[in-house]
């Protein structure tokens, strides 16, 4: 077990509905990347949180934001629900900057589904 | 932005023979190459790593290597077991220190027994 914690592990919604996800990184890790993997595809970089500001992003429209807390845990929101939106939501956590020693530890991840 | 591209997308090998999966990147300022395996319905797990001032690694039965020049990186797995039989991703890091990462679409490798 990575100690990278993802809730919720499943959700249905509509189109046009709201999503949050929460993810809890590993004790000491500072930073918390999210990732969308969507059916039989690589993860693609969302966007990344350090020191609860967004350090890089990747092409995701605006209504996908994020939030990180002091206690370095993460909120993934979407906006206004498209079908497309439906994939794994997965949390990634880490060591930043030179600190980083190579591996990103991955939570189970949220499956979204929407209709 | 950085691209990496995988291939193939399956692969099927008679259990004991090797396997080997090939990615290409664009970014010559990428400088890390995990390779991760994800079982269904799991997360993606690392298997092995590279930086870009190294050309090999090996860890047991599984070894990566990279030619910067050419700008590709590969996975070989010897001597292959049915519990190899997974989803295997190359990627590629973007921004300075490596820890965002570009992933390839992913190989299916079956191990058949």
């Known amino acids: 077990e990575t100690g990278v914690t993802q809730s919720p592990t499943h959700l249905i919604k509509t189109r046009g509905q709201q999503v949050t996800l929460r993810c809890s990184s590993q004790?000491?890790?500072?930073?918390v990347s999210w990732y969308q993997q969507a059916l039989g595809q690589g993860p693609q970089f969302i966007f990344q949180?350090?020191?609860?500001?967004?350090?890089g992003r990747g092409n995701f429209p605006p209504r996908f934001s994020g939030l990180q807390f002091p206690n370095y845990s993460s909120e993934l929101n979407v906006n206004a629900l498209e079908l497309d939106d439906s994939a794994l939501y997965l949390c990634?956590?880490?060591?930043?900057?030179?600190?980083?020693?190579?591996?990103?530890?991955f939570g189970e991840g949220s499956r979204l589904t929407v209709l | 932005g950085e691209n990496v591209e995988q291939h193939p997308s399956t692969l099927s090998v008679q259990e004991g023979d090797s396997a080997v999966i090939k990615c290409t990147y664009s970014d010559s300022a990428s400088n890390y190459f995990p390779w991760y395996k994800q079982e269904l319905g799991k997360r993606p797990q690392l298997i092995i790593d590279i930086r870009s001032n190294v050309g090999e690694k090996k860890d047991q039965r599984i070894a990566v290597t990279l030619n910067k020049t050419a700008k590709h990186f590969s996975l070989h797995i010897t001597e292959t077991q049915p519990e190899d039989s997974a989803v295997y991703f190359c990627a590629a890091s973007i921004g300075e220190y490596g820890n965002k990462l570009v992933f390839g679409a992913g190989t299916i490798l079956r191990v058949k027994s």
């Open positions: 004790s000491g890790h500072n930073t």
């Open positions: 990634a956590s880490s060591l930043a900057g030179l600190a980083f020693t190579g591996e990103l530890f």
């Open positions: 949180y350090y020191r609860e500001e967004e350090n």
